[in-house]
């Protein structure tokens, strides 16, 4: 999540019609892909799961709901959102365990990672190979609307991770645009709240 991380970046405009590019922001280099409709903000998220952590990696949750993200997942899954594996203050994110891993852009995992503005899972493997197997899973799915769940506050990312403990791994999942939007803020965490 450094600059110094390399950008992959895909091929998905022949699959589906959204435009690929690396995400501008210096500090969270990744590969991204929105729709490139004139009104994209306006269009309809496709219909929730139902599960608050596969609409958020999916990029299904709403601009207003996602917010309370956090609160929810403890809720829904009070034994894999209380208690964090691993914190990382540069960039803050939280990594968790989940008891049976979660499917999300053909992949599986039980480690998901949560940061200001991201909810992504943790893949083995490097990014090229994770990348394959994401245009695999948009292959096989180009007749779902996918694309109605990218817009312009809700974009796919996938990128390589240089963290201590996650190297040689791939993060992917839903980056939520949304300015002042830290997901990682909830009442219960009262000591993460930084003094003016």
């Known amino acids: 999540m450094r600059s110094s991380n390399k950008v992959f970046a895909l091929t998905l405009a022949c699959l589906l019609p959204w435009t690929c590019a ?101 893949v083995d493997g490097p990014l090229d190979q994770a990348a394959t197997q994401l245009e695999r899973e948009l292959e096989r799915t180009r007749d779902a609307p996918l694309s109605g769940a990218l817009d312009d506050q809700h974009a796919l990312v996938i990128y390589a991770s240089e963290l201590p403990g996650l190297e040689a791994r791939t993060l992917i999942g839903c980056e939520y645009r949304i300015e002042g939007l830290s997901l990682l803020e909830d009442p219960q965490d009262a000591w993460r709240r930084r003094i003016p």
Request: charged fraction near 20%.
């Open 22 to 122: 690396a995400q501008a922001p210096a500090p969270r280099p990744a590969t991204t892909a929105t729709t490139a409709t004139p009104d994209a903000g306006t269009l309809p998220l496709l219909q929730p799961s139902g599960d608050a952590l596969l609409d958020a990696l999916t990029c299904r949750t709403s601009v207003v709901d996602i917010a309370g993200l956090l609160s929810r997942l403890r809720r829904e899954r009070p034994d894999e959102f209380v208690q964090t594996e691993r914190q990382y203050a540069a960039p803050m994110m939280d990594l968790y365990r989940l008891a049976e891993p979660a499917r999300a852009w053909g992949h599986y995992s039980d480690a998901i990672v949560i940061t200001d503005n991201r909810v992504l899972m943790l």
